[in-house]
Structures are given as structure tokens and as C-alpha cells.
């Protein structure tokens, strides 16, 4: 199975920053990845599939980039609704797999 | 609009079973994969299971196999996902969710989940 691993589990940051988020794959996997963005109380969103393909409807502010094993993903200036949990999962294989999350909360 | 609402979740004792239904609407149900993930109180995302549109492949995460048991009916357009033999640690939301080819398999359509809880 393929594990994967995000850093950090949280951050704290202001609206306008520039956050980053990393996912790390125990094999690689080309771009198999996607990225998914969670609020409370709601249910995961798609953002980002293929490493770097934006959903539709997914803002511009949201990029994804990397492969093999290790995936960012980028929010270019935080806005005040995407304080979320975010997560990524592997497309590679079964069992899917997703990462323990990445918590944004505001500073 | 695609629309997936899950139903049969409650409170159960351990060892006890229960049938988790997701309605499906908005799409060619017969068309898409399906799966189920859970999510347990304040914890990330578990895959659980997987159904190909004609049921053809069925995959199970490891931590359920021999537990439960994926289903489809393409005529109601319904999913299922029957859980036998439960445990504490299988308290947790379930949904379904729709699965796409995005290189991969990607979810891109998720109900608003039924909670499982497992207690005495």
C-alpha cells in the first residue's frame, strides 16, 4: 500500500499569505495525486487531480505541482474561506490512500 | 444536478451489523464507479471500498475485508455497503462518493455522509 505523509499537520496563517502544503508518497507514482479541501462540518471538496490540474470552478490561487513522490500543493494568497483541512490522495493503486491532512487555520 | 444521499446509519452494539444505503440522482448511475469512504470524529479520510459500474471489480480496504460487503443496484441507482460483525473503532461518518478518471480514480462528487456509531 501506498503511504502518504503531509507537512505540516497544521498552520497558521493570515489572510494574503502564501501557504504550501507537502505530501510525501512511500513509492513514487508519477502524478497519480489529488488534492482535496475539507471546512467544517462539510464534506471533502476535489481541488486539484493529476498533481496539477485544477478542478472546475476551483479558484486560480490553487496549483498543485510535483510527481514521483513529492507533491505541493500551493495557495497563493490565502482568502478568508480556505480555512480548511486539506488532503491528498493517491490515484495510483487500490487501496486509495489519502493523507492525514493538512490543518489551515487563521493567525 | 448530481445528488448522493446516504441513509441506514444509527447506533449499533459491537458485533452487531447494519446496511448503508447512497441514493443516487443527477447522473447515469450505471455509467460510474462508486466508493465508500469514512471518516471517524475528528480524524482524516479512510478509503473503505470500491464498485465498478457493473460490478464487475469490487476492491476493500484491508482494516474491512471479511466485514463488509459493496453492492449496486443500477436499476434503483443506489449503492450499498453492508457491514457485519462491527467494531468500536468503525464509528465513523460514511459517505459515498462518485468516482472519475482523472489519470487515476478521483472523487468528485461526495453525499453529506451517515454516521455509524458503535457502542453498548
Known amino acids: 500500500d501506498i503511504q502518504l505523509t503531509q507537512s505540516p499537520s497544521f498552520l497558521s496563517a493570515s489572510v494574503g499569505d502564501r501557504v504550501t502544503i507537502t505530501c510525501r508518497a512511500s513509492q513514487g507514482m508519477s502524478s497519480y495525486l489529488a488534492w482535496y479541501q475539507q471546512k467544517p462540518g462539510k464534506v471533502p471538496k476535489l481541488l486539484i487531480y493529476?498533481?496539477?490540474t485544477l478542478q472546475s470552478g476551483v479558484p486560480s490561487r490553487f496549483s498543485g505541482s510535483g510527481s514521483g513522490t513529492e507533491f505541493t500543493l500551493t495557495i497563493s494568497s490565502l482568502q478568508p474561506e480556505d480555512f480548511a483541512t486539506y488532503y491528498c490522495q493517491q490515484l495510483n493503486s487500490y487501496p486509495l490512500t489519502f493523507g492525514g491532512g493538512t490543518k489551515v487555520e487563521i493567525k | 444536478e448530481v445528488q448522493l444521499v446516504e441513509s441506514g446509519g444509527g447506533l449499533v452494539k459491537p458485533g452487531g451489523s447494519l446496511r448503508l444505503s447512497c441514493a443516487a440522482s443527477g447522473f447515469t448511475f450505471s455509467s460510474y464507479s462508486m466508493t465508500w469512504v469514512r471518516q471517524a470524529p475528528g480524524k482524516g479520510l479512510e478509503w473503505v471500498s470500491f464498485i465498478s459500474g457493473s460490478s464487475s471489480y469490487i476492491y476493500y480496504a484491508d482494516s474491512l475485508r471479511g466485514r463488509v460487503t459493496i453492492s449496486r443496484d443500477n436499476v434503483k441507482n443506489s449503492l450499498y455497503l453492508q457491514m457485519n460483525s462491527l467494531r468500536a473503532e468503525d464509528t465513523a461518518i460514511y459517505y459515498c462518493a462518485r468516482v472519475i478518471h482523472c489519470g487515476g480514480d478521483c472523487l468528485d462528487y461526495w453525499g453529506q455522509g451517515t454516521l455509524v456509531t458503535v457502542s453498548s
Open positions: 493529476a498533481a496539477s
